[in-house]
C-alpha cells in the first residue's frame, strides 16, 4: 500500500504563509493526478487542489489566487504553497492521488495540521 507523509503544517497569524509537503512511497504517482485535501472540525473532507502528470493545476474556489500547488517527481514530493491564510484556513490537510487512480495508489496519512488564529 502506497504511503503519504505530509509536513510543514503549524500555528500562524492569519495573513501569513505555509509551505506544505506530501512525500509519497511510490514513483508510479509521477503518472497520476495528485491533491491536497483537508477536513475542518466537524466537516467533511473536501479536496483543496490538484496537480496533474502534465503539472496543469486546479483549485478550489475559496483557495484560488492564494495557494498554490506543485509537485517535484525526483523528490517523489507534492507542494502546497498557502499565502493569506485566514482562519477558515484551519483544517488537517492531506495529500492523495486523485480518485481515478487505482485502489493500491490511494490512502490516506496523518496529515498536517494547520491552524490560522490570533
Known amino acids: 500500500q502506497v504511503q503519504f507523509v505530509e509536513s510543514g503544517g503549524g500555528l500562524v497569524q492569519p495573513g501569513g504563509s505555509l509551505r506544505l509537503s506530501c512525500v509519497y512511497s511510490d514513483a508510479v504517482l509521477r503518472f497520476y493526478t495528485m491533491g491536497w485535501y483537508r477536513q475542518a472540525p466537524g466537516k467533511q473532507r473536501e479536496l483543496v487542489a490538484t496537480i496533474n502528470s502534465g503539472s496543469s493545476t486546479s483549485y478550489a474556489d475559496s483557495v484560488k489566487g492564494r495557494f498554490t500547488i506543485s509537485r517535484d517527481v525526483a523528490k517523489n514530493t507534492v507542494y502546497l504553497q498557502m499565502n493569506s491564510l485566514k482562519p477558515k484556513d484551519t483544517a488537517v490537510y492531506y495529500c492523495?492521488?486523485?480518485?481515478?487512480?487505482?485502489?493500491?495508489?490511494?490512502?490516506w496519512g496523518q496529515g498536517t495540521q494547520v491552524t490560522v488564529s490570533s
Open positions: 492523495n492521488a486523485d480518485q481515478a487512480a487505482p485502489s493500491f495508489l490511494r490512502s
